[in-house]
Structures are given as structure tokens and as C-alpha cells.
């Protein structure tokens, strides 16, 4: 049996139209203003508004890109919601919630969480899904995501975390389609990292109480931040390259064939590295500096960036690699145009 060939048919993405600016978050954080701008790497990023709730940009992701392809939501075979855990209400199933906005009534919906790292495995499980099941040939991948709401700026432990911003991000994938060919993806796990990030308070260890929101233990916090820098670094970075790289290997391409990487927001050294040891020029990717990072959404947005500046251009082969705290790190290969 031939495997079907299964593309990108279009993409969306929302920002909020409110900015948090490097002025504010030195103020904030008592970090200089420069340190902000070159090391962590971005001068502003988006932060929610009163009605930027995190499945509710996920929808307007989603309808922008129906939108933009011209797809019939009611040809929609499944939703998979790819935001995260902190959205309007706990112990919800967002994507059902999304399903109902966009009007994908013969959909069925479910979510799906690996945090940073939600939308590159999302591409992966609709992919196998709709390999294996006939039934299933238009999928919508779309969510929000807001936790910049847990960074703490008076914690320095969490300083590489100051870039969290919000939106949202969608992507329709359709069986048949010839365009933006989806190939070979790529993941690892290393539950060694498991515990070393976490928000301590709200869970069934640490419930909220008044003496935990005294203690800012509602907000994300590094447990140990020496031994995580120490045992983390070059690893992340180790991992960055290998999945890219088997990604590109099980797709029939090498680093050289490379023509765009889409990347997460990352401290600028890091993202030169990773360029660097690619081979590729500046040009070949986009750095998001007036953005921070968006969690899952960044491939996407960095996929729009590159569409309208010119950086990718059909015909590139691109990798869409991201990273989640716990850790994970996933890429997946794509024939653009």
C-alpha cells in the first residue's frame, strides 16, 4: 500500500496587540536593558489582553487559517488541540471547546501536551493518524498559549524564562495535498529533566493554599538551577542538532539539502550555534527578537516570517524544530511549496 502524501495546506497565527518591552521588564526584574536585548535576545513580546484567553486565540489562529486556505470546516476530520494546560478553565478539554468555534461539526477533538514542544509532535500524531485511518483527511491543529502569566521577574532562577509571551497558532494539514509536503519528524525525551521546572503550587503535592500564593509558589520556578544549567546545556544543545539531523536523514535529505529552519526562541548565542553547526546563514532562519517565545506557536510564526520576508522560498526543505521543559526535543521535516 502507498503511503499518502499529506501537506500543509495553510497556517494562522493571532497576536495580542499588547507588548511587554525590554524598558519594562529590566524595571521589573532589576536585569539591564542590554542584558535583556542581547543576551536573552528580544526587545518586546506579546502579552495578553482582557479577552486574549488561551484557547480563545488558538480559535482565532484556526480561523485565519481556514480562512487563508479556503477549507470547509465541516470537512475537518479532527481537532487536536495543541495549547496548553493554563487556559480559561482547569480539568477542560480545550479542543472540543475550539471544535465548536470553527465549526468543524463532523470533527472529533482531543488535546495534546508535550509543552513547548506540542506542535511539532502534534504534526507527527496527525500525520501517523491519518496514514493509518482512512476516515480521517483534513486535520486542524491549533491552541493558545499564555504562560507568561507564571514568570516571576523578581526570581532570578527563572531569568531564561523571561521571554514567555502569548498568542496562538493553527495549522491545517490535508491528505492528498501536494503542496508543503509533511516528511520524516524526529523526538526525544529525557525524563531525567522531568522535575527541574515546574509551577510548585496547584497540583495534588502542593494544593493552593493562601501561605503558597504568599510564597509565590504559583509561579514557575527552577528547583536546582545549578545542576540543571550544568547538566542541561550542551545536551539541549547536543539534541537541538540530533533531531534536526535524523529528521532530515529519514526524510531521504542531510544538513547541506537544508534550505529553512524554523526555531524556537532561544538566548541569541544558542540560536547562532545551532545556525552555526547547520551550516546556515542568518537568512536561512528568523530570529524572533520582537516576539520572545510564543511556547508551541514559534515554528509557525517563524514559518510566516520567513514566508513574507523571503527567507523561504519553494522548493526549501525545512526543519520545524522546537524544545519543552521536561525535556523534550522534536523536529520534522517539510518540503515547503
Same mark, same amino acid.
Request: glycine share 14%; proline share 2%.
Given at each position: 500500500m502507498n503511503t499518502p502524501s499529506i501537506g500543509i495546506v495553510s497556517t494562522g497565527t493571532y497576536l495580542p496587540q499588547t507588548y511587554q518591552t525590554s524598558e519594562e521588564i529590566a524595571k521589573l526584574s532589576g536585569l539591564p536593558q542590554e542584558v535583556i536585548?542581547? #543576551?536573552?535576545? @528580544?526587545s518586546k513580546k506579546p502579552v495578553p489582553g482582557p479577552d486574549d484567553h488561551t484557547c480563545q486565540m488558538g480559535i482565532r489562529a484556526a480561523q485565519q487559517a481556514l480562512k487563508k486556505g479556503g477549507v470547509d470546516p465541516r470537512t475537518i476530520d479532527l481537532v487536536i488541540y495543541i495549547g496548553e494546560e493554563h487556559k480559561e478553565y482547569p480539568l477542560w478539554t480545550a479542543g472540543i471547546k475550539l471544535q465548536e $468555534?470553527?465549526?468543524?461539526? *463532523?470533527? @472529533?477533538? @482531543?488535546? +495534546?501536551?508535550?509543552?513547548?514542544?506540542?506542535?511539532? +509532535?502534534?504534526? #507527527?500524531?496527525?500525520?501517523?493518524?491519518?496514514?493509518?485511518?482512512?476516515?480521517?483527511?483534513?486535520?486542524? +491543529?491549533?491552541?493558545?498559549?499564555? *504562560?507568561?502569566? @507564571?514568570?516571576?521577574?523578581t526570581n532570578p532562577r527563572t531569568r531564561f524564562m523571561y521571554n514567555?509571551?502569548?498568542?496562538? $497558532?493553527?495549522?491545517?494539514? #490535508? #491528505?492528498?495535498?501536494?503542496? *508543503?509536503?509533511?516528511?520524516?519528524?524526529?523526538?526525544?525525551t529525557d525524563g531525567s529533566f522531568s522535575e527541574d521546572v515546574a509551577v510548585v503550587a496547584g497540583g495534588t503535592k502542593h494544593p493552593i493554599t493562601a501561605e503558597a500564593l504568599e510564597q509565590r509558589l504559583n509561579y514557575l520556578d527552577v528547583m536546582d538551577p545549578a545542576g540543571m544549567k550544568a547538566r542541561l546545556e550542551q545536551k539541549s544543545m547536543d539534541n537541538f542538532l540530533k533531531v534536526i539531523h535524523r529528521s532530515l536523514e529519514k526524510s531521504g535529505y542531510a544538513a547541506q539539502d537544508l534550505g529553512y529552519l524554523a526555531i524556537l526562541h532561544m538566548k541569541r548565542s544558542a540560536h547562532q550555534y545551532v545556525l552555526r553547526e547547520l551550516g546556515l546563514q542568518e537568512e536561512q532562519s528568523y530570529y524572533l527578537s520582537e516576539y520572545g517565545h510564543i511556547g508551541q506557536c514559534d515554528q509557525i510564526l517563524s514559518l510566516e516570517l520567513g514566508l513574507?520576508?523571503?527567507?523561504?522560498?519553494?522548493?526549501?526543505?525545512?526543519?520545524?524544530?522546537?524544545?519543552?521543559?521536561?525535556? $523534550?526535543?522534536?523536529?520534522?521535516?517539510?518540503?515547503?511549496?
Open positions: 536585548e542581547t #543576551k536573552l535576545g @528580544f $468555534a470553527v465549526g468543524a461539526v *463532523n470533527a @472529533f477533538a @482531543f488535546d +495534546l501536551q508535550q509543552r513547548c514542544g506540542t506542535m511539532v +509532535l502534534a504534526i #507527527k500524531v496527525a500525520k501517523d493518524m491519518m496514514t493509518s485511518d482512512p476516515e480521517i483527511n483534513t486535520v486542524l +491543529l491549533a491552541g493558545g498559549y499564555r *504562560n507568561g502569566d @507564571f514568570i516571576d521577574y514567555l509571551g502569548a498568542g496562538g $497558532a493553527a495549522v491545517i494539514l #490535508k #491528505k492528498g495535498h501536494e503542496q *508543503n509536503l509533511v516528511l520524516q519528524s524526529h523526538i526525544l513574507s520576508s523571503g527567507r523561504l522560498r519553494p522548493g526549501a526543505v525545512t526543519v520545524l524544530v522546537s524544545a519543552g521543559i521536561g525535556y $523534550a526535543w522534536d523536529a520534522c521535516t517539510v518540503r515547503w511549496g
